[in-house]
């Protein structure tokens, strides 16, 4: 039998178009997967969620030194009003340094818990100033015997504060550190009840 020969050509084109048709399958599977534009080349699509976190630590992002600036403005308004609130209800994360601890807590309960001469030194000052300038000399004498009496009464119910809460403080909180504790409450004595900040927490008579 005679042998049919396959001319080189037609063998070349047929490998040509197989090579061809295998791209274009490859190409049109390819554009069916879709792909973030934001993700870079040659790495694999980020998830949604990822997606979404990157967008809004870029967004959140100050680009400029007056975005920046006013950032910080806004933190701080935002933790002054923090703390303004805490003053007024006593929530210990935004207090003040100065009034946190369960230390300066006691020691403000323990003030507001009682009477305190001291608090009514201001109105008591008034009164007495009206007396002085009254051109009588037995109510300026008066004035004077009354300013005399008062601050002896502060000085004797402050030492007695003192060493009340001296003591109480060593046995409630012997571990913790109780520097300044016994000023502060002294101070805390000399404002009247309702102008006191943080607010008064407990009721007169009531023992922390």
């Known amino acids: 039998m005679r042998a049919h020969r396959v001319p080189l050509g037609f063998v070349f084109r047929s490998r040509a178009k197989e090579e061809k048709a295998t791209a274009d399958k490859a190409g049109v599977t390819d554009s069916k997967q879709t792909r973030d534009p934001q993700a870079p080349k040659g790495r694999p699509t980020p998830k949604r ?60 309960d323990f003030v507001d818990s009682r009477f305190c001469i001291a608090e009514f030194f201001l109105p008591l000052a008034v009164v007495i100033l009206v007396l002085s300038m009254v051109q009588v000399g037995s109510l300026q004498n008066i004035a004077l015997l009354l300013w005399l009496v008062v601050i002896l009464m502060i000085v004797v119910d402050s030492v007695g504060i003192a060493i009340r809460l001296k003591k109480q403080l060593a046995t409630r909180y012997p571990d913790l550190p109780k520097k300044g504790a016994v000023p502060y409450a002294l101070m805390r004595t000399l404002q009247m009840r309702r102008l006191r900040l943080p607010k008064p927490q407990v009721k007169r008579g009531e023992r922390p």
């Open 49 to 108: 969620s990822e997606a979404q976190t990157q967008r809004r630590s870029v967004a959140n992002t100050p680009t400029t030194r007056k975005e920046a600036s006013k950032r910080q403005r806004d933190d701080r308004r935002s933790a002054m009003e923090r703390q303004r609130a805490a003053l007024a209800s006593g929530d210990e994360r935004y207090l003040p340094a100065r009034d946190k601890g369960p230390v300066r807590k006691f020691a403000r």
